[in-house]
C-alpha cells in the first residue's frame, strides 16, 4: 500500500512496484483515509513518505493497526529508507537506497518470532 507520497514520488512507485509485478492493494493521499484503509486491506507492505512531518505518526497508527505489516518511509531523495520490520522494536536503515533496495523491501518481509 502507498500511502502519503506526494504525486510524483507516487507516479514512479507505481511504475517501479508494476514493472517488477509487485500489486499494489490501496493508494491513499489523505492521512485521515490511511488508517482504515489498512484496517481493511491488511497489507504486507505500507510505503509512507519519510520527509512527510505526519510520517512518523502514521508509522506508529500502522503498527497500532497492524502489527504485521512492514512501514517502509521512503525519501524523496530516493538515497534513504528506515524500515520497520514486523515485530521489529528499532528501524533499520537502508543508505544510499536504490530502486532494486525498494523492491527487495517489498520481497523479503520478515516474520517476527512470536509469527513463526
Do not use: K, W, Y
Given at each position: 500500500m502507498l500511502a502519503n507520497l506526494g504525486p510524483m514520488a507516487r507516479v514512479g512507485m507505481l511504475c517501479l512496484l508494476s514493472e517488477d509485478g509487485?500489486?499494489?492493494?490501496?493508494?491513499?493521499?489523505?492521512?485521515?483515509?490511511?488508517?482504515?484503509e489498512i484496517e481493511?486491506?491488511?497489507?504486507?507492505?505500507?510505503?509512507?513518505?519519510?520527509?512527510q512531518t505526519e510520517s512518523q505518526q502514521l508509522c506508529e497508527l500502522v503498527r497500532s493497526?497492524?502489527?504485521?505489516?512492514k512501514v517502509v518511509l521512503w525519501?524523496?531523495?530516493?538515497?534513504?529508507?528506515?524500515?520497520?520490520?514486523?515485530?521489529a522494536t528499532r528501524p533499520r536503515w537502508v543508505v544510499s537506497a536504490v530502486p532494486e533496495d525498494v523492491l527487495a523491501?517489498?520481497?523479503?518481509?520478515q516474520v517476527s518470532p512470536a509469527e513463526e
Open positions: 509487485v500489486e499494489v492493494v490501496g493508494d491513499e493521499l489523505a492521512p485521515s483515509s490511511i488508517t482504515p481493511r486491506l491488511r497489507p504486507d507492505v505500507v510505503v509512507l513518505d519519510l520527509d493497526v497492524c502489527p504485521q505489516t525519501a524523496s531523495t530516493e538515497d534513504v529508507m528506515e524500515v520497520i520490520d514486523p515485530g523491501e517489498m520481497s523479503s518481509l
